[in-house]
């Protein structure tokens, strides 16, 4: 089932995905994400995090968005015991 | 007894302490021998603590002389990645912030290593806090690759990579997170085991990221992996992440055959971009697995780059939040590329990740499903050997995470899905160099994969290599 739920997920994943655009955070956005964190950082270091975890952020824009609101969160634990048959 | 005992494997020096063979005090002699030698081209050990040790050693010998025998480890002397907690010790994690920390309790891993005998030889160098790929530490300096000085071990369990290979202690152990055991055992040419999330008790390990840390084995052997694995695995009252799921006969693992097993090999991702060295061992190793009985089937696996990206998210913020109070106190004691690293974390929303956290059990659903035909995957550790420390000490550069990220590509993603890894070396590259492969399993199976590493390691001589110091 966690599966089956998961080739759903890609195929709409990739429909959305043009849809929304880039979601890589500026240093504009990163410079008050951080201060409201507690840790304010210079202009410069926000500019350096944009580059450093842009990447991740836009390889996981065909996910973020798009789980289903009622998945399990603690399901991990479930598929890491999950049998499947040959 | 005619071998140098510290170049023995774990099991055969412990069965030879066992049967009087050599003794607890000869062997540790024999590894202060190699870390007198190695140890100032090396920089793999934190501190060494001679005197202690051959303290232990004798009372070792005393005892078994009583026939009294502690363990299956009895008088085994092995050093671990300062990050252990050990009551009494100090513990830096590799950083100038713990440089003086003393541990009230000892970790529940090295404890239980402790009461199968074992001996403290010292304690190993890492990367700061255990976040860093490739064995630079700015505090206390690189550690050296034993094959080729001046090129890195892998991190962050560079000093385990290091002794490991150059046998200054017969195994060490590691922390894989995003890929620091199978690292240093690719770019060192030993034996790592990356094991399923929550195999072993993390409690009293100094943390990174709670939800991808993991303690396993750098060793000379799938065997010597496989005895460590059998004395530490299980369920732990103190951390309660550590599973409960039966354990296997890892030991009894390690003489199974192949016939019957299938693996896996990826079509895409973990065969791209490759160094031609890399790309060849590759082949070598599908071919000698084949010959040895184990049918080869390709397999298509889900986008990995999405599952890289999720793991790199979840470590990033898991690792500042560990990290805010001395971010705020202490950002001058953090090397640059660690504080860089962990300031990476401030940036993700809190929804962000927990849409990270949430889509594991789908991710990991996906994975098993596609892999559902093969007992194990087989994919490269890394695109690359070892690169020389000064090609990768990439400093406050712009470009620092690129670098990384080539480097952790193809390990960060097993952590993110919490499966069990096995780096066996598996060759050699043009420049002496060695190379690794990581046989990737099914959550808790960690026995099947030991099974292939140890049956690969019958059939190939690579893992005893041994580096000279000359």
């Known amino acids: 089932m966690l599966h089956s739920h998961s080739k759903r997920l890609a195929c709409r994943a990739k429909e959305r995905e043009s849809e929304r655009g880039m979601t890589r955070p500026s240093a504009k956005e990163i410079k008050p994400i951080a201060d409201v964190a507690g840790v304010p950082i210079e202009a410069t270091v926000a500019e350096r995090i944009a580059n450093s975890i842009g990447p991740a952020f836009e390889s996981f824009a065909p996910i973020a968005g798009t789980l289903p609101f009622d998945l399990e969160p603690a399901s991990f634990l479930l598929a890491q015991t999950m049998k499947v048959s040959r | ?470």
């Open chain 2, 1 to 470: 007894m005619s071998i140098e005992p510290a170049l023995m494997s774990l099991t055969a020096v412990a069965k030879a302490i066992a049967d009087k063979q050599v003794s607890s005090n000869e062997v540790t002699r024999s590894c202060l021998h190699r870390i007198a030698q190695w140890q100032g081209k090396l920089n793999a050990f934190m501190t060494v603590e001679a005197e202690s040790a051959l303290k232990a050693a004798a009372e070792a010998d005393a005892a078994l002389a009583k026939g009294e025998s502690r363990g299956p480890l009895h008088g085994v002397p092995l050093a671990h990645k300062d990050m252990y907690y050990d009551a009494g010790q100090v513990v830096t994690c590799g950083s100038l912030i713990r440089r003086d920390f003393v541990a009230a309790t000892t970790s529940t891993a090295l404890q239980r290593l402790k009461d199968a005998g074992t001996i403290r030889l010292g304690a190993l160098g890492m990367a700061e806090f255990a976040y860093g790929p490739t064995g630079h530490n700015y505090h206390y300096g690189a550690v050296h690759n034993p094959w080729k000085l001046g090129h890195v071990t892998g991190g962050s369990s560079s000093g385990s990579g290091s002794a490991v290979a150059a046998r200054l202690t017969f195994a060490a152990l590691g922390s894989d997170t995003g890929g620091s055991i199978r690292m240093p055992a690719h770019f060192c040419g030993v034996t790592g085991l990356k094991v399923t999330y929550g195999r072993v008790s993390r409690a009293g390990a100094m943390p990174l990221s709670q939800s991808l840390d993991t303690v396993g084995p750098l060793a000379r052997s799938a065997e010597d992996c496989a005895l460590l694995l059998g004395l530490m695995a299980g369920a732990d009252g103190e951390d309660p992440t550590a599973s409960t799921a039966p354990l296997a006969d890892y030991m009894a693992a390690t003489s199974a055959s192949l016939k019957g097993l299938k693996i896996g090999v990826p079509t895409s991702f973990y065969v791209d971009d490759l160094d031609a060295d890399v790309a060849k061992i590759l082949d070598n190793t599908i071919a000698v697995l084949k010959r040895e009985g184990a049918d080869i089937i390709k397999v298509e696996l889900p986008d990995q780059r999405q599952l890289s990206a999720a793991c790199q998210l979840v470590l990033a913020v898991e690792a500042a939040a560990f990290h805010k109070r001395w971010l705020i106190e202490r950002p001058q004691d953090y090397g640059p590329q660690v504080l860089m690293r962990l300031q990476n974390g401030l940036s993700v929303p809190a929804v962000l990740y927990l849409e990270a956290m949430r889509w594991r059990g789908p991710a990991l659903a996906a994975h098993v499903a596609a892999t559902a035909n093969v007992d194990a995957v087989l994919a490269p550790v890394a695109p690359v050997a070892a690169p020389s420390i000064a090609e990768s000490d990439v400093g406050n550069s712009p470009n620092a995470e690129a670098v990384i990220q080539r480097l952790t590509r193809f390990t960060r993603t097993i952590n993110y899905l919490g499966l069990p890894a096995l780096a066996i070396p598996c060759g050699f590259n043009a420049s002496g160099l060695p190379i690794g492969m990581q046989l990737i399993g099914r959550s808790f199976d960690e026995a099947t994969l030991l099974t292939i590493g140890a049956a690969f390691q019958r059939a190939t001589d690579f893992h005893t290599k041994v580096p000279s110091a000359a």
